[in-house]
């Protein structure tokens, strides 16, 4: 129990600036205090750097303003993709037939629709990326903290926040275009708890809260860049988040957009933009590993 205490002290250490969690890290040490009251003073150091912060208009500002935002947005964007691979997983797992391998028609159609399946799972994770990236830029003074409350909202999102938006929304259109209640001819599927309420939950947690965590931690250090490319970054992620909203048109749930002539270019050209994460990551990959191979020799 001391070790698990003392372990814990030193995970939420990591919540304070690197100069004082040094200097706590010295002071605890030489003090011989047990592990239990060692986690007790740090929870309270802890604690009110954290409510110190919360006495300034910024982080408001990113909590309203980034993190709920962003937290349903990836929400309802995350729901929609699992609701629609669902239909297509259900319809190759739960109804297999390896006879139906020897058929050219079923292997086409099998391969179209697991590329599609996977560009959206991958759309998503950019998505997710992208929007971590955009608060931990923003908010690099409290990336801990909005990292734990941006999680929050993410969990939020999943679990009320998204099938609400998403039953409102189908009775918006009932009600805005006059139709009639049809039985839904996906019921099959949404009938099994799987697709229903564990499939949304493994997309959400796998594709977009790890990316988003993961997107944070690159945002955090953009000071570090050079202005030219921290400018072309920043664009690419305002660029991504307008995509997140065109692409998903459900979202427009009061907005009535004018048909243009041109938006199935903007379209085309918001989905290329919104997989820069993965040109960005590529890239540092490939200059860490320059890097190291010049210091090495």
Do not use: K
């Not at 040490?29 to 912060?53: N, P």
């Not at 669902?86 to 099998?110: C, E, K, M």
């Amino acid at each position: 129990m001391n070790r698990i205490c003392w372990r814990w002290a030193d995970i939420l250490s990591r919540m304070l600036e690197r100069n004082e969690r040094e200097a706590v890290r010295g002071d605890l040490a030489e003090s011989g205090e047990t592990g239990f009251r060692t986690l007790l003073g740090v929870l309270g150091l802890v604690a009110r750097r954290q409510a110190a912060l919360w006495t300034h208009w910024r982080p408001w500002l990113a909590l309203v303003g980034l993190i709920v935002p962003l937290g349903m947005l990836l929400s309802v964007a995350s729901r929609r993709i699992a609701d629609s691979s669902a239909i297509y997983i259900w319809l190759y797992a739960n109804n297999w037939d390896w006879a139906f391998v020897r058929n050219p028609g079923f292997r086409h159609d099998l391969v179209h629709y697991v590329s599609l399946i996977l560009l959206d799972y991958l759309t998503l994770v950019c998505w997710s990326w992208t929007g971590g990236f955009v608060l931990g830029a923003a908010s690099r003074g409290m990336i801990q903290i909005n990292g734990v409350l941006f999680c929050v909202m993410l969990s939020f999102g999943a679990l009320l926040g998204a099938p609400l938006y998403f039953a409102y929304y189908l009775q918006y259109l009932h009600r805005a275009l006059g139709l009639r209640s049809f039985p839904d001819p996906n019921a099959a599927v949404f009938a099994l708890t799987f697709y229903r309420v564990m499939l949304p939950l493994i997309v959400q947690a796998v594709l977009v809260v790890v990316p988003s965590l993961w997107g944070m931690r690159h945002g955090a250090g953009v000071a570090r860049l050079r202005p030219l490319l921290r400018t072309t970054l920043w664009a690419a992620a305002i660029a991504t988040l307008a995509a997140i909203v065109i692409q998903n048109p459900n979202l427009w749930l009061f907005v009535r957009p004018r048909p243009v002539m041109w938006q199935g270019w903007l379209r085309l050209l918001l989905q290329v933009v919104a997989y820069w994460p993965v040109a960005y990551l590529a890239e540092s990959a490939v200059r860490r590993r320059w890097h190291d191979r010049i210091a090495f020799s």
